[in-house]
């Protein structure tokens, strides 16, 4: 893998290099971080620290079962293999899912993503919670269910 443009924004991938060598399967960015799912279930992070280029926050969480990475401007959500999701980044953009934590512990099925929000299809539902100008709030509309989104 060879990374190049911005040393900030994810262009210098010297300080994780050597967990790049082998096993990448997918790449995702913000827009100044990078995120790499491995064949593994893990994750490598690297960029801008606020912008989802430091995982350090959540790291043991991201050790083995991630299936998928969604991104906005400046945060990324994982689903992980037991359905539950961490968040790491900019708080205003997505990375900071602490209102919503306990929703997102089981039976997520996807995430779905906007420049500076996260909503997820948990157990048939649809929730979602904002970032950027509204607080964090979760909404569950019982009338909405997911087989009306497909």
Do not use: H
């Amino acid at each position: 893998m060879v990374t190049w443009g911005s040393n900030t924004n994810g262009g210098n991938s010297s300080a994780v290099a050597d967990r790049l060598t082998e096993g990448v399967t997918q790449i995702f960015s913000t827009r100044s971080a990078f995120a790499v799912l491995k064949e593994d279930g893990s994750v490598v992070t690297w960029g801008d620290n606020t912008n989802g280029g430091n995982s350090s926050a959540v790291a043991d969480r991201l050790t083995e079962g991630v299936t998928q990475i969604f991104s906005t401007r400046a945060a990324f959500a994982a689903l992980k293999e037991d359905g539950s999701v961490v968040t790491w980044g900019n708080n205003t953009e997505g990375g900071d899912s602490s209102a919503v934590a306990d929703r997102l512990t089981e039976g997520v099925s996807q995430i779905f993503s906007t420049g500076s929000a996260f909503a997820v299809l948990k157990d048939g539902w649809l929730c979602g919670y904002l970032g950027l100008t509204a607080p964090m709030v979760v909404t569950a509309a019982p009338w909405l269910r997911a087989s009306l989104l497909v």
